[in-house]
């Protein structure tokens, strides 16, 4: 099938790295009044942090055996074997730190499995006891999902799912309860999530279709109703002099100048053109797995006179790849200004204070930048191997991409680009004609100039 072949390119892409309404559910119009009482007014900024792309699975779901290690080795570099106690490694970042509010972005799991989201909603809860609220959203794997599986000895196992009726019944207490407004027509929700700050949860998945096509379908779009309710959110808003920050699983700019599909909402022009009628100069992303920032119109670095509302669009890296990152921000109510400044997960501080053992959580840092280092060798190599080059020549070929795959997933290719190009296999890269990695190379060379893993700008006001 088309889709199918164009998600598995995408994520081999990836991979290799190569590369790289009225308001409310029930009741339309009606904005419940108790949720929208203001809260009491604080002084200084809130701190609040955004992750995506968890990609958690539940460990009862794989056993370490034959058929999980081909499905981890063959996958998109996801720190799958880890999942749970990165996880556990977050929660106790949070509980350590003690931000206002997590947002998660979506592909809370690694395919939809109802197991996993169970576990991760327990982590959930704790996080929530601990003082720290928490909102999510669904991404394209979490619904519906025929591809959820567990491993066994030699075996992937159908495993059960859970369907779009039931997320917002198990995440009610992160999000779905709290809102003020619900789309009637999608998971779409608003939060008021601190004092002067509203947050605008988008369902941006398109999942109906999932188990006719046999697959969760990658590619994401804003209903015309979503942008409808949007624009009643906005105007509530006004009134409660509340600034607003705009949360989807699909990014709304493009995050590479690579020809890929389905990264970007498949309306994104008329997305972009309706948000920034709303004055939504701020949307939080995920789902290219890679750690970007992006604003329209022009260039981070450039002059943006056109006149145009600037609308950025920050996507977070996922969290289940390496560095295994997300975003740590703040607001404050005074000047509206937003920070933004990715930080690791703190796995190793985890495992020391729960006397792991582990070797591989000890020194996670560099196992995990070890790990992802490899699998992107390793692929750069499969693909260079019927190329006309010597083994060394390949070897250093594989060796940029691998250095190169590192740092663009973090956000940093910036800081290493003259490292690299100084890099003997960089000029093969250069001088080979057609072919992905090529163009990869040279898109990350066009694409640098700015930050990608921090930002401070000013919320509009409404
Ligand atoms: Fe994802
Ligand atoms: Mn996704």
């Known amino acids: 099938m088309m889709k199918k072949s164009v998600v598995s390119a995408l994520s081999a892409l990836i991979l290799t790295g190569i590369v790289l309404t009225g308001c409310k559910d029930t009741e339309p119009s009606v904005f419940s009044l108790e949720t929208a009482a203001q809260p009491e007014p604080s002084n200084g900024p809130v701190s609040f942090w955004v992750a995506t792309d968890l990609h958690y699975l539940d460990k009862a779901l794989e056993d370490g055996g034959e058929a999980f290690q081909t499905y981890v080795n063959g996958g998109d570099g996801k720190m799958l074997p880890y999942s749970d106690e990165l996880t556990e490694a977050f929660v106790h970042d949070i509980r350590q730190k003690k931000p206002e509010f997590v947002i998660l972005s979506g592909d809370l799991t690694n395919n939809g499995e109802a197991g996993s989201h169970k576990e991760l909603t327990k982590k959930l809860k704790q996080v929530e006891a601990s003082g720290t609220s928490v909102y999510v959203i669904p991404g394209n794997h979490d619904l519906n999902n025929p591809w959820a599986r567990s491993f066994k000895n030699d075996k992937q196992l159908k495993s059960e799912h859970i369907t779009d009726k039931d997320f917002p019944r198990l995440y009610g207490d992160f999000g779905y309860n709290e809102a003020i407004s619900r789309d009637q027509n999608s998971l779409s929700y608003v939060v008021n999530a601190a004092p002067g700050l509203w947050l605008l949860m988008l369902d941006s998945n398109q999942y109906h279709n999932n188990e006719k096509y046999g697959f969760p379908q990658t590619d994401g779009r804003l209903l015309p109703e979503t942008l409808s309710w949007i624009e009643d959110c906005v105007q509530e808003a006004a009134r409660q002099h509340a600034s607003i920050i ?12 690579m020809p890929v599909s389905g990264f970007k909402l498949n309306n994104s022009q008329e997305s972009l053109k309706r948000l920034r009628k709303n004055g939504l ?13 992006r604003r329209d119109p022009g260039a981070i670095t450039g002059d943006s006179s056109s006149g145009l509302l600037t609308v950025y669009d920050i996507a977070t890296s996922a969290m289940a790849v390496n560095p295994h990152q997300y975003g740590e921000m703040t607001f404050d109510p005074a000047s509206r200004a937003v920070t933004y400044k990715t930080s690791a997960v703190n796995v190793e501080g985890w495992a020391a204070a729960n006397g792991i053992e582990d070797a591989n959580l000890l020194h996670f840092k560099t196992y995990a930048e070890q790990t992802f280092a490899r699998n992107s060798y390793n692929k750069a190599l499969e693909r260079l191997q019927d190329a006309p080059f010597t083994e060394d020549q390949k070897a250093s070929m594989a060796e940029v991409m691998s250095r190169l795959n590192v740092n663009y997933f973090a956000g940093t290719a910036g800081s290493v680009l003259e490292e690299i190009k100084a890099m003997p296999g960089y ?16 898109s990350m060379a066009r694409e640098q100039g700015w930050s990608k893993v921090s930002l401070e700008i000013i919320l509009t006001r409404h």
């Open 246 to 257: 705009t949360v989807m699983h699909h990014n709304l700019l493009s995050h590479t100048s």
């Open 427 to 442: 000029k093969l890269w250069e001088n080979m004609e057609g072919g992905f990695m090529p163009g990869y190379i040279r």
């Open 281 to 293: 100069n701020l949307v939080l992303s995920g789902h290219i797995h890679m750690q970007d920032i």
